[in-house]
């Protein structure tokens, strides 16, 4: 497995240098890096990014600023359907284990932390359980728990809309298939997905680079978020308490997309994680803490050994 077909995109404060890894099954996983960031005297640490549902993989620009101080080299890729990345219908959330070790093998990267937000918060933690000290350090920002978590009431405190459509997607494909067949029908702004006030005037800042990656995502079709869900709602393919890496939750109290009841439950199951809980952050303005998030992982995963 290595990346072919390169191509670069270049920003103000770093390079993007973009390719496709072959998995050699009829798959293939497109793929983001920053590049080694070159900074002297500080030990090189790469960041896998896990992006959120509907969204592709580009790596988050608002934190690029302070990757490169801290010495963080992105890496990422989109999820099976979105982008670049070949269709992986009935995919499970265990099999980002298996395509983060890909992408890290073709791009010759060891060992890695990992950060994502929202169903990358979700997906993140797939690599962290299955494949071992490989794994430095974990930040997983408003992340779902598992469907059926006990003790944990799993739609209490979702907005409407994302409650209908995670309701759907426990159905079954079928009509998972059908509501986003429906929604598609219905106005924009009709539907409460649960963006608070502090999550409207997140997007008015830095994380309305937000926008520029939801679009590529919906530009084939709901396909892949249908996949995204259903992953949710299904068997993950691992234990959140198999965790071993040091383990950073953070999650909003006013969140309405995803309830901080999850961020609490997958805090509390991860042996020995933090949670980071912000009381009037929903699911889009807890990223405002995302900086102080990677520092704490850059400076975690540099006292975690290396495998």
Known sequence: ??????????????????SDVDLGDGHVLHVYDTGDPGMPGVEPLVVVWHHGTPNVGAPPRPLFEAAARLGVRWVSYDRPGYGGSTPRPDRDVASAARDVAAVADALGVGSFAVMGHSGGGTHDLAPAALLGDRVRGVVSISPVAPFGAPGLDWFAGMAPGG????????????????????AAQVPEGEVDFGFVPADEAAFSGPWGWLGSVVGPALAAGPAALIDDDLAYVNDWGFDPADITAPTLVVHGGADRMVPATHGEWLARTIPGAQLWLQPDDGHISVLRTAEDALEWLARTARTTPAP
């Open 1 to 18: 497995m290595s990346p072919t077909s390169p191509t670069t995109q270049t920003s103000p404060t770093s390079p993007v240098t973009e």
């Open 163 to 182: 409650e209908a459509s995670l309701r759907a997607a426990a159905a079954g494909r079928a009509t998972k298939e059908a509501h986003e067949a429906a």
